[in-house]
C-alpha cells in the first residue's frame, strides 16, 4: 500500500497507541487505540459531530472496527458489567448508522480466533479464552452490531487453522 518498512515488526515501538501514517503522500490512515466497546463508541461520536457540523471537515471513507476480546478480559465480570455493554453495543450499532448515513463505509472484523493455549497471563487464560470469544461474538451479532455495518470480516473463518500455528496475546 505504499508503506516503507511496512510487515517489518519493531518490538521496542509503542504499544496500544494512536498511530497515523499516509499513503502516497496524500492519503492519511488512522489507527485509533481503542479496545473496548465503550472506547469505540467515543471515537466513532467524536467522528461522527466533526462530520455532521459544517466545519468543513471531510468524514472518512472508511472505518475499520472490530473489538470483544478487551471488554471480555477487563469489564464482563458481573451482570451490571454485561448490561453496560450492551447499552454501550446499542450505541456503537446507531453511531455506526449514522456513520454510513454521513458517507464513510462501516467495516466489523468479527475478532479471529483465539488460541487459548497461548494466553500469557492467568487473567487472560480465564477470562479470554476462545470459548469465552464464541459467546462474545454471539453478543454482538445479536446486538445488532453485524448488520449495522456496510460491511463484515469473518475473522474466525480466516484465522481457525492458523490460530494453533502462533503465539497470540
Avoid at 497515523?20 to 496524500?26: A, E, Q, V, W
Avoid at 488512522?30 to 466533526?50: G, S, Y
Avoid at 487473567?123 to 464464541?134: A, G, L, S, T
Wanted: charged letters at 20%; glycine letters at 8%.
Amino acid at each position: 500500500m505504499g508503506i516503507k518498512g511496512s510487515g517489518a515488526y519493531d518490538a521496542t515501538g509503542p504499544k496500544h497507541a494512536d498511530i497515523s501514517n499516509t499513503l502516497f503522500g496524500t492519503t492519511p490512515i488512522n489507527f485509533k487505540w481503542a479496545p473496548l466497546a465503550v472506547d469505540q463508541l467515543t471515537i466513532l461520536k467524536e467522528i461522527n459531530r466533526l462530520a455532521s457540523e459544517d466545519m468543513g471537515i471531510r468524514p472518512p471513507d472508511l472505518i475499520v472496527l472490530g473489538g470483544g476480546a478487551w471488554d471480555l478480559l477487563h469489564l464482563y465480570a458481573t451482570d451490571e458489567d454485561r448490561q453496560s455493554h450492551a447499552a454501550t453495543l446499542d450505541g456503537l450499532g446507531f453511531e455506526m448508522r449514522k456513520a454510513q448515513e454521513l458517507g464513510t463505509a462501516v467495516v466489523w472484523l468479527i475478532p479471529t480466533t483465539i488460541n487459548s493455549q497461548a494466553l500469557n497471563t492467568e487473567e487472560k487464560r480465564d477470562h479470554m479464552r476462545e470459548e469465552d470469544m464464541e459467546s462474545m461474538r454471539w453478543v454482538y451479532a445479536n446486538s445488532g452490531i453485524l448488520s449495522s455495518s456496510s460491511f463484515v470480516i469473518d475473522g474466525p473463518a480466516t484465522t481457525m487453522h492458523a490460530a494453533t500455528e502462533f503465539d497470540c496475546f
